[in-house]
T-cell receptor, first 115, second 110 residues
Framework: GAVVSQHPSRVICKSGTSVKIECRSL??????MFWYRQFPKQSLMLMATSNEGSKATYEQGVEKDKFLINHASLTLSTLTVTSAHPEDSSFYICSARRPAKYEQYFGPGTRLTVT | DAKTTQPPSMDCAEGRAANLPCNHSTISGNEYVYWYRQIHSQGPQYIIHGLKNNETNEMASLIITEDRKSSTLILPHATLRDTAVYYC???????????FGKGTRLHILP
């Protein structure tokens, strides 16, 4: 199946700093990528839809100025958590949709810990 | 909101078939039933999807009732590596979004 990677797999940052997470589709071009957040023992929550070359669409309740999404190429989307706080500590997962296909392929996730 | 209802947890003995039910009584005619699973601390993995006919692939079988209001995912010979949270999702193919419910936590018992 298609491969989606994320970098880094784990990151620890200090409160008040920003951290960038990359999501790459390795063997296909993804016009649409998605970002999810998952807290312990909870399900995945969709944060935003990222479209190549245009602004991301955020789900209700997700602060667009705090979670900056950039989808500058067909194989790369980035999520930047700005001014991170301990409550932003979570498991962040991206997914990518192959054009003309309906399956979505998920990355392995990035565990963010804010101290 | 998720459009499906699943039991929160299930146990299955290793080597036996695991049958995971899902209710989706409000499914629309153009909506497919998708199954994903998430092994601990990993991203979700696609398993199978179907519209109204039963489907089978190398991982599992999907049985959809004739009225399409419920379905069952079957793992024919469960192994310890099948321990995961299984998500049943109803979605039209034109929809980009996947909205996850709470899923079923499947424990495979040795």
């Amino acid at each position: 199946g298609a491969v989606v990677s994320q970098h880094p797999s784990r990151v620890i940052c200090k409160s008040g700093t920003s951290v960038k997470i990359e999501c790459r589709s390795l063997d296909f071009q993804a016009t649409t990528m998605f970002w999810y957040r998952q807290f312990p023992k909870q399900s995945l929550m969709l944060m935003a839809t990222s479209n190549e070359g245009s602004k991301a669409t955020y789900e209700q309740g997700v602060e667009k100025d705090k979670f900056l999404i950039n989808h500058a190429s067909l194989t790369l989307s980035t999520l930047t958590v700005t001014s991170a706080h301990p409550e932003d500590s979570s498991f962040y997962i991206c997914s990518a949709r192959r054009p003309a296909k309906y399956e979505q392929y998920f990355g392995p996730g990035t565990r963010l810990t804010v101290t | 909101d998720a459009k499906t209802t699943q039991p929160p947890s299930m146990d299955c003995a290793e080597g036996r078939a695991a049958n995971l039910p899902c209710n989706h009584s409000t499914i629309s005619g153009n909506e497919y039933v998708y199954w994903y699973r998430q092994i601990h601390s990993q991203g979700p993995q696609y398993i199978i999807h179907g519209l109204k006919n039963n489907e089978t692939n190398e991982m599992a079988s999907l049985i959809i009732t004739e009225d399409r209001k419920s379905s069952t995912l079957i793992l024919p010979h469960a192994t310890l590596r099948d321990t995961a949270v299984y998500y049943c999702i109803v979605r039209a193919n034109r929809d980009d979004k996947i909205i996850f419910g709470k899923g079923t936590r499947l424990h495979i018992l040795p």
